[in-house]
């Protein structure tokens, strides 16, 4: 049996979900956008909003992790992240250290060892990790997590990591419910049930491949489930969501067009530059393919209904073999609030300014520097994917109460008029946001 929502969060008739995309030292910017929802949005709706569902991959699995250990203390709960971000110094983080290099480079050039003979449970990575681990260890008490899903505050709360040895997109998944929904027949996306959420499904769904070290669960390694599955909007459906917030620290600017005629004075790109455009490739994918395939499969089951009546739906649904009314095809309305400016750019600025000179001295500080001066561009991704420092992190905290703040009645009518389970409503698809 499910637990049941507590009284005193808001009655909104389905079950929410908050979709947390990967972005490394970017995901300060999903804190922004969740401190907005839970304290802004709650008051204008007179009660505290449920977040039942929370999915979350690379540094939105933590981000997730640490909203969801903190379930009891709804509105709270994002100033706890806020603290935690506004507190890091990127050398607490960012650890090179000259043995842990050594290791690195020769994984890099020697023979790559079995899983068996490696003693640790974390491999490669050229930063290293026990910065991060502590961090993490010290701001988030995981067993809470289960407490919450039994309590009925939270309903489940997933971590996507990728297997090594296959490629395979793990979900690892904590639940109220016994067992594992129905799931997607992408036989590259397996969903795992585990008792209970740990430090080491985090880590694992954050360890962006070359950067920081692979992780070890159960004898098996993994790393960054931003590979393959950077926005996971798919477990969200699978467990029986009814409609989700999605948060994307992908920044949409003017699309540049290909010159008509090559320029011969053109400079090629720095490798450091290559490399940020790379992670963009890897851990930001195109979110809005998938909203936009998601809202188009809204308009078909609202057509369908309209035209067939109520039925349409349990009777799509029984032939196509689904026998729990919550996890069929159901209009799933989402709204997705995404970055509005360009965090690279931001990321040049902050690190050429005196703030981060103060804060940031020494080797670690010059290399930053390094990265920005080898870009002919006036941006740099990777510095933004490395820059765990907390005065970057308030610039994008801030910059997504903006982002949540432009959205704030479609944010209202989200929680408003989400169709529940028993009496589907027909709801046209939330309309995509455009920040």
């Given at each position: ?10 009655k ?6 908050l ?7 970017r ?5 922004g ?9 709650a008051?204008d709706l007179?009660?505290d ?14 981000n997730g992790?640490?909203?969801?250990a903190?379930a009891?203390?709804p509105?709270?709960r994002?100033?706890r992240l ?7 110094k ?5 650890r ?15 023979r790559?060892?079995l899983a068996?003979?490696?003693k640790?449970?974390?491999y ?11 961090i993490?260890k010290?701001?988030i008490?995981?067993e ?6 039994q309590?009925g ?8 990591a ?8 793990v979900v ?10 129905r ?6 996306v ?22 920081f ?17 950077n ?12 409609g989700m ?11 540049q ?6 320029n011969?004075?053109?400079k090629?790109?720095?490798?450091l530059?290559?490399v940020?455009k ?7 994918d ?13 308009q ?6 309209s035209?067939?009546?109520?039925e349409?739906?349990?009777k799509l ?13 159901k209009?799933?309305?989402a709204l ?6 360009n965090?690279g ?6 690190v050429c ?8 001295p020494g ?8 990265i ?6 006036d ?5 933004s ?5 907390g ?24 929680f408003?008029?989400?169709?529940g ?12 946001n455009?920040?």
């Open positions: 049996m499910v637990p049941v929502r507590p009284d005193f969060l808001y909104t008739p389905g079950r929410v979900a979709v947390l995309a990967g972005g490394a030292a995901g300060a910017y999903e804190v956008v969740v401190q907005h929802i839970v304290e802004e949005v008051r007179g009660r909003v449920p977040l039942d569902i929370i999915c979350g991959t690379s540094v939105g699995a933590i992790c640490g909203l969801a903190f009891d203390a509105r709270s994002a100033r806020v603290s935690q971000w506004q507190a890091l990127m050398s607490d983080v960012v090179i250290r000259s043995s842990h290099l050594w290791r690195f480079a020769r994984s890099l050039i020697g790559s060892p068996s003979e490696v640790e449970d974390r490669g990575g050229l930063i290293e990790p026990s910065g991060m681990e502590d993490i010290n701001a008490p995981f809470r997590i289960t407490e919450h899903l309590s505050l939270l309903q489940a709360v997933t971590a996507s990728t297997h090594i040895a296959t490629g395979n997109t690892f998944i904590s639940r109220s419910s016994h067992g594992v929904p799931w997607s027949r992408d036989p590259k397996v969903p795992r049930k585990v008792s209970q959420l740990r430090i080491q499904h985090a880590l694992a769904s954050a360890a962006i491949p070359l950067v070290p692979s992780v070890r669960i159960d004898g098996e390694f993994y790393c960054d489930g931003g590979l393959r599955q926005v996971p909007l798919s477990p969200a459906r699978h467990l029986g969501a009814n917030i999605v948060v994307s620290p992908r920044y949409i600017g003017e699309i067009k290909i010159p008509e005629r090559p011969p004075s053109a090629m790109p720095s490798p530059f290559l940020g790379a992670l963009n490739a890897l851990l930001l195109r979110v809005e393919n998938d909203i936009e395939r998601l809202q188009r499969i809204n078909i089951l609202t057509a369908g209904q035209q067939f009546g109520e349409f739906l349990p649904n029984t032939a196509m073999g689904y026998q729990n009314k919550t996890e069929g095809m209009p799933l309305p997705l609030v995404r970055a509005s400016d965090i750019k931001l990321a040049v600025d902050y300014s005196p703030t981060f000179a103060k804060r940031t080797t670690l500080g010059r290399i930053a520097k390094m920005c001066e080898s870009d002919e561009e941006e740099s991704d990777l510095l994917y490395l820059l765990f420092d005065e970057f992190a308030m610039q994008l905290i801030e910059l997504g109460r903006r982002d949540a703040k432009a959205v704030h009645g479609d944010l209202l009518r989200f408003t008029e989400l169709p389970d028993l009496n589907p409503a027909i709801h046209p698809p939330a309309p995509e455009k920040h």
